[in-house]
């Protein structure tokens, strides 16, 4: 499967999933839904991850997960989902943990609850998950689940930030330009939003091109030029 011998993957992991291999179970779930080496069908890939998220398999049970969120293969429904996160996070998945939190914050599936946000938000953030990291910045940012704490905002703002998180690279770099939680320093600020601007399209990047030119009006030409060449030599790398 590695290797996108899926023919021959197929072969070897139909019997083993019949024969109740969790792993199996789980490969051809990917299979069914990426549509590599057979037609893609949401339907059979949840069905296949359910068999291997019964028997505890933790990414299983996060791609089902998922797939109740987003309603592919199954029908929509955000209470399904927060029980299969919940369980796949109380291995340790980091991605299940992150969602978690994420749907705590927004009362999705489960009562709105910060706290519980902050705290499942945080063991993902802690496995280095961008999202994640994000999320918990902005719970310290604003108060929610959270004492209102800039510097740790802009701690895990940054850690995010440094990963290629758009979200949280425009988050940062309102932060110096406010002077909240670092000095106010407009090349930085003007360096990150500006980075955010170059991940996004349709309207979040016209609010953060917007808030780019807003922050290039207290700027000399020769601060512009600096923040811009920053913005091109920036490289993302791994934060925990």
Do not use: C
């Amino acid at each position: 499967m590695k290797n996108g011998e899926y023919a021959t993957a197929l072969r070897e992991f139909v019997p083993l999933a019949q024969e109740g291999d969790a792993i199996a179970q789980f490969n051809l779930g990917v299979m069914y839904a990426d549509g590599k080496g057979v037609v893609q069908d949401y339907a059979e890939a949840a069905r296949w991850y359910r068999k291997a998220a019964d028997q505890g398999h933790a990414d299983a049970q996060f791609n089902l997960g998922v797939m109740y969120a987003d309603g592919e293969g199954v029908a929509q429904d955000y209470a399904e989902a927060a029980r299969w996160y919940r369980k796949a996070a109380d291995q340790g998945h980091g991605a299940a943990q992150g969602n978690l939190g994420a749907m705590y914050a927004d009362g999705q599936g489960v009562e709105q609850d910060y706290a519980e946000a902050v705290r499942w938000s945080r063991k993902a953030a802690d496995q280095g998950h961008a999202a994640a990291q994000f999320n918990l910045g902005v719970k310290y940012d604003t108060g929610q689940g959270a004492p209102q704490d800039y510097l740790e905002a802009v701690r895990w703002y940054r850690k995010a930030a440094d990963q290629g998180d758009a979200n949280a690279q425009y988050n940062l770099g309102l932060m110096y330009a406010k002077g909240r939680g670092v000095k106010r320093d407009y090349i930085a600020a003007y360096m990150w939003v500006n980075l955010a601007a170059s991940r996004t399209n349709g309207e979040v990047l016209t609010k953060f091109v917007s808030a780019r030119d807003l922050i290039a009006k207290g700027m000399s030409p020769k601060q512009i030029a600096e923040a811009q060449r920053r913005s091109r030599v920036w490289k993302p790398t791994t934060s925990r």
